[in-house]
């Protein structure tokens, strides 16, 4: 049975790279388990071919990196304010509505949601990034409008929205036990977001935050954005890219990106692009490269190796070296990667966040030294040089390391408290 003093509302975060549903309830963990024990459902669908089936999450990655036929469609979020929404892609012979992929999705983290608390959640607060579009507002209302649209149509009949940096806010404010002026620095898969907030115990009872909001900002930058470029200097070049043809031209560099960005691995496999790669390697000055990029399209493992790149990202966020395995292309080949090929390839990514957040804090005439804390949140924050650069911003502010995949959702469920009751 329901709590009786359960909030009437959910939380639902639909990241780029993992969501979350959250629910307030009296001594109860606020994340429902929405993949087994885990509160993360990691934002992937895979159409399995072999039996006409769609998995998700953890699950919908396992079948495709086990070899199973079928397509993987990952960082759908990225399709939100892009003309691509309008689109489609093939599935089993099938025409598939990027919008009826999102309504899939959507769709099954509110299943998995109803499912545990025992109850169906009709009312949502849902996460947004400050911006889903950078310098365009028509846009990015449309990007918000196509995503209440969709929550409406897989059972929620009321939706609203909070900035995704606010809600980190909120649940880092159930932790702390005096007033705090805090920068909350949410850098997930698809944006970076800034938010600066006073909060407080007394604060937190408040109906209306409207005067604590000091000021928002953010840019169109996320880890995937750090895993493309990544690849692009220090993997792709293994496949050809930037390598010369006999006439001394390069190989052109239009697969390699496609090859690089999670949204549009797909479009590397279509027999138009095999043929071509094909024609191109008769004419290539390294043929051992071509002959990869070739294996690379002919066993569709533009995912694997795309999660491949993104694991190295990881694991150099704690390390300085690390070497990635290649035999599911060519038997015994090995990539080693270091920390500093990863800050080099991405250096323009963090100047340009670095740069979004020095205005942010001139915008709203706060000065530096005023900050008592950098509240971190999302995945790709855990990145050691963009870190280092935010904490420089603000050498005084004390930093703070929240639930990277998980505090967006337990303050969104906050607000729906708030707002719902």
Known sequence: MPYPASARACG???GTSNSTVGWLRPGRETLLPLEDDKVT??????????????RFGRAALQEYLAGHEGRLMR????????SLIDGKTEVHGRSLPFRDLLKQFIGEL???ADLHAERPFEYAVLGRPVYFVDDDPTADRMAEDTLAEIARSVGFSEVSFQYEPIAAAFHYETE????ELVLVADIGGGTSDFSLVRLSPQRAKLSDRGDDLLANGGVHIGGTDFDRLFSLTSVMPLFGYRSLLTSRREMPSGIFFDLATWHSINSAYTYQVLTEQRRLAFD?????????LLALIEKRAGHWLANEVEQAKITLSDQQGTAMALDRIETGLRLPLTRNEFDAATAGLVDRIEAKLAALLTDAGVAPEGIDTIFFTGGASGVPRLRRRIAALLPQARPIEGDLFGSIGAGLAIEAARRYG
């Open 110 to 112: 509110r299943r998995r």
């Open 41 to 54: 459902l990691p934002s992937v669908v895979f159409f399995n071919a072999e039996d006409d089936s769609t």
């Open 75 to 82: 960082s759908m979020k990225s399709l939100l304010g892009s």
């Open 284 to 292: 290539a000055q390294e043929p051992e490269k071509s002959a990869r």
């Open 176 to 179: 702390i036990d005096r007033e």
């Open 12 to 14: 639902l975060d639909f």
